[in-house]
């Protein structure tokens, strides 16, 4: 019955899922798949949104990853909510607030009001985030079953990765860039028809009430702290800065605080004490950061290097997502004979060449090394965020499972944001640095030349010939510099986690993915 409501905590006898579960785990993926297309159509349509809204670079990036931050700073708050009202509720709300939000960002008239509207989009999608993995550690008892729904899961993501760029492409081609955010729209509406319907809900009956004052430290800990890492980026060390990381430091500090001491705390901390558990959140988080910072370089080559229209960039970019889906399907099938930790190892080498190739694009080559690249990298990461995901949720205990799936959600988000930020700025400072000396010594607009690649693509239009063609040389010089450090960095933190797994991991024999509960 659709107004049944079971407990959080699963039973300890495995249940094997049938029918509705099955079309119920469908319709969860159809919550995922927006949140991967609103991404990556993001990034095809940073070029229009450059030429059209005249973003500073740091408001771009703000457009871009003000979503991620919003989704960090609430998905405990939200997970939490929906211990109280129900996962399947929240879930719903959050379609609803979704869709909305995405007709009114498509036609926003400036890059502040576009921020705004995406950090909507973010509040939206924090009450998504979290019922989607509970639900699936819920109504997945069978361990295999259960693997094999969350490798689903992680495909969803890499479908509306295909789904995205395809579709945004076309749209792009033919229509203004706030577009992209209507691809969302009849996809929530389907949630909001198939949910009630297939959907069971999950509320848990002896949760305490929501602590409001944990939710503000949590958000003012993370908006603090990353727009301190923002303005470092863009302006240099200063006052302005400084404050915000005082301030975030003691937010975040006031929260540890009050979830040590209170009855019932929003993050159990407790759940750190877990080896398995903090090595695999690490991981992911790292994986995450990974795979994000070097998406929004890919998607800028192809089109504001290479010259590429967003269609073809869109079909650039559509291997790579086939590869995120083959990999996080193969991943419980190669994980019941081999060890959890040699499977994360080998991919994260296997990404490490990915991103090593990276360092060797160029201005004058086409799009088959970037192409090979990508796909390489997903390869190598797609197993990792399954198993490391069931890692997470299963080395707890299973009356956890609900704060574990929101920390889970919550790293994953705040390493895609991160990665989109921090690798974001690196080669943003390299790009700026290198046209400080390689423009021309009489050229008007340097300002806005060096503010994002997009602004030098779109003011080198309106020069003669002889300056065109030597802003657009610098600037995609510069950008492919940029590239090439960020993807080194890239590297070594991808062989950073293939040691980091094989050296903590190793424990968790094939076909176990609870990690030991906490084993050590």
């Not at 997009?454 to 002889?466: C, F, K, Y």
Request: aromatic share 6%.
């Amino acid at each position: 019955m659709d107004s049944t409501v079971i407990s959080a905590a699963p039973p300890a006898r495995s249940e094997r899922a049938g029918r509705r579960e099955w079309i119920g785990l469908a319709v969860l993926a159809l919550a995922c798949l927006v949140y991967a297309m609103d991404l990556t159509v993001l990034h095809l349509a940073v070029p229009q949104i450059s030429a059209t809204l005249h973003p500073t670079s740091s408001e771009l990036l703000w457009i871009i990853d003000v979503y991620g931050f919003m989704l960090a700073g609430l998905l405990i708050t939200m997970g939490t909510l929906g211990d109280r009202i129900g996962r399947r509720r929240l879930l719903l709300i959050g379609g609803a607030l979704f869709g909305a939000v995405s007709i009114v960002a498509a036609f926003s008239p400036t890059a502040e009001f576009l921020i705004a509207c995406r950090a909507l989009l973010g509040v939206a999608g924090a009450t998504i985030a979290p019922s989607t993995l509970s639900l699936i550690f819920n109504m997945f008892r069978d361990p295999r079953q259960r693997s094999l729904a969350v490798g689903t899961w992680v495909s969803a993501f890499s479908a509306g990765g295909v789904v995205g760029p395809l579709l945004g492409g076309v749209l792009l081609e033919h229509f203004w860039w706030g577009s992209v955010f209507l691809l969302a729209v009849p996809v929530m509406a389907l949630l909001l028809v198939l949910g009630p319907k297939v959907l069971p809900e999950f509320r848990d009956p002896d949760a305490g009430r929501l602590d409001l004052t944990s939710a503000a430290l949590s958000v003012v800990t993370m908006i603090s702290l990353v727009l301190a890492m923002k303005k470092v980026a863009q302006d240099g060390v200063g006052t302005l800065p400084l404050v915000a990381v005082l301030i975030g430091l003691a937010a975040g500090a006031l929260f540890v605080r009050r979830q040590l001491t209170r009855p019932d705390p929003m993050l159990d901390l407790s759940l750190f004490r877990l080896g398995a558990f903090r090595t695999s959140l690490g991981i992911n988080v790292i994986a995450i950061f990974v795979a994000f910072g070097y998406f929004l370089f890919v998607a800028q080559y192809f089109q504001l290097v290479l010259d590429m229209s967003p269609l073809r960039a869109g079909i650039a970019m559509a291997p790579s997502s086939v590869g995120f889906i083959i990999g996080s399907q193969a991943a419980p099938h190669i994980v019941r004979v081999l060890r959890p930790a040699y499977l994360i190892g080998a991919g994260m080498v296997l990404a490490a060449v990915g991103l090593a190739l990276l360092t060797q694009l160029s201005v004058t080559g086409g799009p088959a090394l970037a192409v090979t690249a990508s796909l390489l990298i997903a390869l190598g990461l797609a197993p990792v965020f399954g198993i490391t995901t069931e890692l997470i949720v299963g080395s707890a205990p299973p009356e956890q499972a609900g704060a574990a799936s929101g920390v889970s959600e919550t790293g994953a988000e705040l390493g895609g944001a991160l990665g989109i930020s921090i690798l974001g700025s690196i080669g943003l400072a390299i790009y700026r640095s290198d046209l400080a000396d390689s423009l021309p010594s009489d050229l008007p607009h340097t300002t806005a030349i060096r503010d994002t690649l997009g602004e030098a693509v779109q003011t080198a239009t309106t020069l003669p010939d002889n300056l065109q063609s030597a802003v657009l040389s610098a600037a995609r010089t510069a950008f492919i510099h940029g590239v090439h450090i960020t993807a080194a960095v890239a590297t070594l933190g991808a062989l950073l986690i293939g040691i980091l797994a094989v050296a903590h991991l190793r424990h968790v024999p094939p076909g176990e993915l609870s990690g030991g509960h906490g084993h050590d």
